[in-house]
């Protein structure tokens, strides 16, 4: 099932409308993407905390509390300000599992300028479930996401 990423823009850009608060976005953003991407198994936000992410809002089975930036595959992320895009996360050396019935992964970092505020972490149970389109449709939707954050300075300042 291919997913209309457009919509979900708009779809995102309308939960926006009604209100701004950082918090409310954020857990609508996740619970948004959680309930339209097929077959995934944990989609949630990772927030910048001094040099660690620490778990923000999120859809699935509880995990990791905190990550230090440059371990696992969302600290890679973060560290390096680039999405990862893992087919096999066995693989990955330094893989944090926080679900074993995890097997591909898609973190792409939350960007303001050239800092890193967060992270979403898409988990999925079957091998090589991301692909270069899911990849340029969910940075997309991170981009608009961020924005909405960025109504009011005090607002990223503050994220969640
Ligand atoms: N697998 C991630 C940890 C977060 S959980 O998947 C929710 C990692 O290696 O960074």
Redesign the pocket.
């Known amino acids: 099932m291919a997913v209309d990423y457009s919509l979900l823009e708009r779809q995102l850009v309308a939960l926006a409308a009604a209100d701004s608060d950082p918090l409310a976005l954020s857990a609508n953003f996740v619970a948004l993407l959680y309930a339209e991407l097929p077959a995934i198994n944990?989609l949630?936000i990772?927030v910048t905390r001094g040099s660690d992410?620490v778990?923000g809002p999120?859809q699935?089975?509880p995990?990791?509390v905190r990550?230090p930036f440059g371990?696992?595959?969302?600290?890679?992320?973060a560290e390096d300000a680039v999405t990862m895009r893992?087919a096999d996360?066995h693989a990955?050396d330094?893989?944090?599992?926080?679900?074993p019935a995890?097997n591909s992964?898609l973190?792409v970092p939350l960007m303001t300028d050239s800092n890193v505020i967060g992270v979403l972490?898409i988990?999925s149970p079957q091998q090589n479930r991301f692909t270069e389109k899911d990849q340029m449709g969910v940075e997309r939707l991170c981009q608009v996401f961020v924005g909405q954050l960025q109504f009011g300075q005090e607002t990223i300042r503050g994220f969640i």
């Open positions: 944990w949630g990772y992410l778990l999120f699935g089975m995990a990791c990550i371990q696992g595959v969302c600290g890679t992320a893992v996360v990955f330094g893989h944090i599992a926080c679900d995890s992964e973190v972490d988990d």
